[in-house]
Each structure stands twice: as structure tokens, then as C-alpha cells.
């Protein structure tokens, strides 16, 4: 069998969850040995065998961010004639995978990151191109034999937001974690980098890892962290913002909160996993404020270093995160109109607050809870137990 498997990110170029699941769900499936595993990604070619790169088209650099993407969209769609069966991830490249499928008449698989109608906020960033992006995603997975939920909060987002598809062709297969790449790390050495870093690793620490982007819910993380303890840092691994206004925002309110308070430090960075993995170790707890989130595989990153979790109870986030067993859920009442904004603000970052403030109160209690999530993330969210899964989910569109 032969699977094309289509994505804007791929390593070296990762910058979100989706480039993750990517890399880890091709790996999966080539360490089976029976499946011809192409890989079709943007950007620079690639030093790896069965892995093609295509470059944004030189006619379309004057053109919207969407319509590039719809370009190189183009340019792979034709590769993929030959192949059994196409599976797209992101809107970015759905387009080629509809594309494909109908070119060469093999089913396409989708899988769904994130869902455009979710994030009406990027019409910020994109203008026309987010209607562009909106209608590319709705065609794709109207037309798509399968589409692979993250989560069972992921897969009624699906159906809510595109109500004509056949809820039987909407599966869900978690996200998952190599927990032998992500693990704690104590040494000597991982101390030495967190204070390189500028984090004091023998006091507590609140610490957050993800995009500047409004649906990881930095500003309301920033505001309940001006109810710490004073001597409690708050470790801030952010960067990537979608935009300057949102930029702006953060900036703003982390200036604030630095002008009222000590360790607050700031990484701007992507940095390199192992750096990630010894800002988490010497963590007390691991904050996730975010308003929408798939699944979150951020915070099986977290679990997996034995750090418990403060997360907001929105999409497929309690799907991960158990609420007095690996972490802290906070409710959240949303607005119902695809923002996920709370509806009242002040009551959510209050909430977040008590929740990261018993977290700190508590260090026993709290690495306890970050010991049952490494427990947790071994053993239910294995990348091999994923790719079982998704090879039924292929077999099921062939007939096989």
C-alpha cells in the first residue's frame, strides 16, 4: 500500500501540534515496514528518503498568504497519481489532497488539526484569504472518504460545523506522545540550562509553552498570574505571534505584570526539544489557558516530563488532562460564535488563578499529579497504538 501523506510542516520546519502528529504518525507507520510511506511537504527539500518539498510558486509572491498556499497546493497535487490513498493534514494542505483524489481517483483521508470556522480570529491575520482558507477546508472535507478527529471534542466541532458530512465517516484517533523522547530530565545539565535561561529551578514555577495566538489564551494566563505568590516564576516559552495587534497585547499586559512582580521571564524562541524538556522538568506546574484546543499535545509534552497540568476544560483538552488525577481543570462557559472567548472574562481568569495557586500551594500534591500523567501519557497516548489506529481508518475507506 502505498500512502501520500500531505502537510505544510514537516522536520525540520515545526512550529504547532499539527507538524508534531505529522512527523510522529509517518514514523509510526514506516517502523511497520509493509507501507511505501511519501511524504509531501512545503518548503525546502528534505534530506530524507520518500520525502518531497515544494516551494512557494515565484508567479504567486505578490499574491494573499492563501492563495500561495492554494499554489503549492497545485504543484503536489499531480504527484500524488499512483498512490492508494491521500491523507492531508490542515487546511494548508487539504486543497492538494482534494485535488488528488480527484485526479487520480484514490479516497482521500483527512485530518482535522484545528477547524477554520473555530477561528474566525485569523481573519485577522489573512483578510480575504480566511474565506479563501474557510472554502478550501469546506471542500475538502465534504469531499473526503474519512475525516480523523483528534479528539471526541474535535469530532462534534466537525459535525457542527459541516453538518452535511455523514457522521460515519468521522473517526477519532487521538494525538499521541513518544514518552521516550519526552521525559523528565534532572541532570546536571538540564539544571544548567534552565538557569542559562534565566529560571531559578529551585523555586516554584508556572510554565507555559505554545504560539502567541488568540486561542492558546495567553492575555488571561498573564492577568491570573498577577495573583501568584510573589516568589513563584512564571516561565513563558512564546513566540510565533499570528499577529502584531495580538503581539501588542501580550507585550502589553506581560510589561504590566512585570512592573508588579519578579521572575517573570520570557522566551521568545522555538527552542530545541531538549531545552523544552528541561524548562519542564524543573517546573511545579504546566499552564494551559487555551480557549480552543483539538486535543493539546502540548500537554502530553508536559505529562510525559512528569509535570501536572492547570488547563482549561474546552474541546479535547479533558480528554487528556484528568481533573484531581494529572492536573487541574478550569471550567470555562464560552461564547457560541466560533471565538471560544469566555463569557465572562473576570470569572475565568479568577478561576485559572485559584487553579494555578493551589497547584503552587501544594508541591507534593502537585508532582504526584505529574507522575500519574507520565503514567497516563505512556500509557494511552503510545504513537504506535495511533498508527494501528489510523491504518484501520485507511483500510476502512480501501475495503480491505
Known amino acids: 500500500m502505498r500512502v501520500d501523506i500531505l502537510s505544510k510542516e514537516y522536520p525540520p520546519a515545526i512550529y504547532g501540534g499539527a507538524g508534531v502528529h505529522v512527523a510522529e504518525l509517518v514514523r509510526a507507520l514506516r517502523e511497520r515496514g509493509d507501507i511505501d510511506v511519501q511524504v509531501r511537504c512545503f518548503g525546502a527539500q528534505r534530506d530524507e528518503a520518500g520525502t518531497t518539498a515544494y516551494a512557494d510558486l515565484p508567479e504567486l509572491a505578490q499574491s494573499n498568504a492563501a492563495l500561495q498556499t492554494l499554489g503549492v497546493d497545485v504543484s503536489m497535487a499531480g ?11 490542515t487546511w494548508y494542505a487539504n486543497m492538494a489532497g482534494h485535488l488528488a483524489s480527484l485526479l487520480g481517483g484514490m479516497p482521500h483521508v483527512v485530518t482535522a488539526h484545528s477547524l477554520e470556522p473555530m477561528r474566525p480570529w485569523k481573519a485577522e491575520q489573512l483578510g480575504g484569504g480566511y474565506r479563501v482558507s474557510s472554502w478550501a477546508e469546506r471542500t475538502a472535507y465534504e469531499g473526503a472518504a474519512a475525516v480523523v478527529a483528534v479528539s471526541a471534542g474535535m ?3 466537525i459535525l457542527k460545523s459541516y453538518p452535511s458530512l455523514d457522521p460515519d465517516r468521522v473517526h477519532v484517533v487521538h494525538n499521541g506522545i513518544d514518552s521516550k523522547l519526552w521525559a523528565a530530565d534532572r541532570s546536571a545539565a538540564a539544571t544548567e540550562t534552565v538557569r542559562r535561561h534565566g529560571v531559578d529551578p529551585d523555586k516554584r514555577s508556572v510554565v507555559f509553552v505554545g504560539r502567541i495566538t488568540r486561542q492558546k489564551g495567553l492575555p488571561y494566563l498573564l492577568r491570573a498570574c ?3 505568590p510573589p516568589d513563584v516564576q512564571l516561565v513563558l516559552c512564546a513566540g510565533a505571534p499570528d499577529t502584531p495587534e495580538i503581539l501588542a497585547e501580550v507585550e502589553g499586559l506581560m510589561n504590566d505584570l512585570r512592573s508588579k512582580r519578579e521572575g517573570v521571564v520570557w522566551i521568545p524562541d522555538m527552542l530545541p526539544r531538549a531545552e523544552v524538556i528541561a524548562l519542564l522538568s524543573h517546573g511545579t506546574v504546566f499552564a494551559c489557558p487555551s480557549v480552543y484546543e483539538p486535543l493539546g499535545i502540548v500537554n502530553l509534552e508536559a505529562m ?3 509535570l501536572p497540568v492547570v488547563a482549561t476544560a474546552t474541546g479535547g483538552i479533558p480528554e487528556v488532562v484528568v481533573d484531581g488525577e494529572t492536573g487541574w481543570l478550569v471550567r470555562i462557559e464560552q461564547v457560541q460564535d466560533g471565538t471560544g472567548t469566555p463569557v465572562d472574562p473576570e470569572r475565568f481568569v479568577t478561576d485559572l488563578a485559584a487553579a494555578l495557586n493551589e497547584a503552587v500551594s501544594d508541591v507534593d500534591r502537585a508532582a504526584a499529579f505529574g507522575r500519574a500523567g507520565r503514567t497516563r501519557a505512556v500509557d494511552s497516548f503510545s504513537w504506535a497504538s495511533i498508527g494501528d489506529r489510523t491504518l484501520e481508518v485507511y483500510r476502512s475507506v480501501l475495503g480491505d
Open 304 to 306: 510525559a516530563c512528569e
Open 155 to 157: 469530532r462534534e466541532d
Open 79 to 89: 504527484d500524488c497519481v499512483g498512490a492508494d490513498l491521500v491523507h492531508s493534514h
Open 226 to 228: 498577577a495573583e501568584l
